[in-house]
């Protein structure tokens, strides 16, 4: 990158992002004759020789990176430095030199060569909100023919990236009896505006009028990879009003286009929590709000000194017990669950010091 800087994402005003190679570049040969595509299909392949006594046991999924943090997005939201600060709608990804390439060839082919130059110039920056901006307010530009246009080409692009890696990712792990899982970013903030400004920016075609993540869900259904979405320990009325969040509502969505394209859905929670009102939002979550049918699985963030404090490892083990007693569709009474954690909290006492002595080490 140090060599070609339009290796990085790049917004509008030409600051660059590093946390991921631009997706414009997936099959050209920019890194010493290969592509970055060739390069983690080789990475997927040392890791499998390498950990192949593994793979199948100790080893059942594995989860392929797709973008910064892991998920199948754009960086749209970089926190680093200050960029952008919760909530604000984030800033297009496409100013790379491969990324404007691609879309200059886009706009020739709708016969609209004017629209090839670049993303919209009048959708705001990092930190503003929906009605802000032309682009994004109300009856703003995205739902008009040149917002269809490049909505259209932005979001294929990261549809595209996320096949690529997965036809990579099922040839090489093919037979291991490995799980393939793709993590998606639970951008819940400004959910209830028309445009959904700030998914539309990270790639996520969704507004008011269209659904965005059943293309996604369609999309790992053909390799059979698992939908792992996050945000799945929010409730709505946490999130600050005029911000117009929806959590819920955006879980239940793409819930039903996972369910719709046959894909199995795990969650996470976005944030590291350790109280019982969002334990009891994710097992009831990951056991029958997920549109009428239980997650596959559910990645517990997160591990560190707070979580071996004696009260949240309380909780945590009770959590744990609930998890497991609601999949298997067993319901003993609370006090029974309680009774079960504590026994579990005073075999594990001696583990926990240790591991949060451990941890606070470093």
């Known amino acids: 990158m140090d060599n070609d800087p339009d290796l990085a994402y790049t917004d509008q005003c030409g600051r660059r992002n590093y946390e991921y190679v631009s ?26 020789d390498h950990f192949r006594h593994l793979l199948g046991s100790t080893i059942v999924e594995i989860q392929v990176g797709m973008g910064p943090a892991g998920e199948l997005r ?52 990092y930190n503003n909100w929906p009605e802000d901006t032309t682009f994004f307010r109300h009856d703003g530009g995205w739902n008009g023919p040149y917002g269809e246009f490049f909505l259209s080409w932005y979001s294929q692009m ?34 209830s505006t028309r445009s959904h400004a700030p998914e539309l920016t990270a790639g996520y075609y ?36 005029e911000a117009c969040c929806r959590p819920e509502g955006l879980v239940k969505q793409v819930a039903a286009a996972a369910r719709e394209a046959g894909v199995a859905l795990a969650g996470e929670n976005a944030l590291p929590r350790y109280d019982e009102m969002a334990h009891e939002q994710i097992v009831n979550t990951a056991t029958v709000e997920a549109g009428g049918e239980k997650m596959a699985a559910f990645t517990y963030l997160r591990m560190g000194p707070e979580l071996f404090q004696p009260e949240n490892w309380r909780r945590f083990v009770a959590f744990v017990k609930k998890m497991a007693e609601g999949r298997e569709g067993v319901g003993p009474c609370r006090e029974l669950v309680e009774r079960e954690a504590e026994r579990s909290v005073h075999a594990t006492g001696p583990l926990v010091q240790e591991a949060a002595v451990a941890l606070m080490s470093g």
């Not at 792990?173 to 393939?180: C, L, Q, R």
């Not at 053909?222 to 600050?240: I, K």
């Open 23 to 48: 997706l414009g570049c997936d099959t050209l040969p920019v890194l010493k004759g290969r592509t970055p595509i060739q390069c983690y299909a080789d990475f997927m392949r040392a890791f499998r």
């Open 74 to 125: 754009y960086p749209s939201y970089p926190e680093l430095h200050g960029t952008w600060k919760f909530p604000g709608i984030g800033a297009f990804q496409c100013y790379d030199k491969y990324m404007l390439s691609s879309l200059k060839a886009a706009a020739l082919e709708a016969g609209k060569p004017e629209w090839g130059h670049g993303g919209p110039t009048d959708a705001g920056g």
């Open 158 to 191: 990261l549809l595209e990236h996320g096949e690529r890696i997965l036809s990579s990712a099922t040839s090489v792990f093919d037979s291991t009896g490995v799980k393939i899982s793709v993590k998606v970013a639970g951008i819940h903030w400004h959910y």
């Open 206 to 241: 969704n507004t008011r009028f269209r659904d965005g993540y059943l293309p996604i869900a369609r999309m790992l259904g053909r390799h059979g990879a698992v939908f792992n979405f996050t945000c799945v320990e929010m409730r709505d009325g946490e999130q600050p009003s």
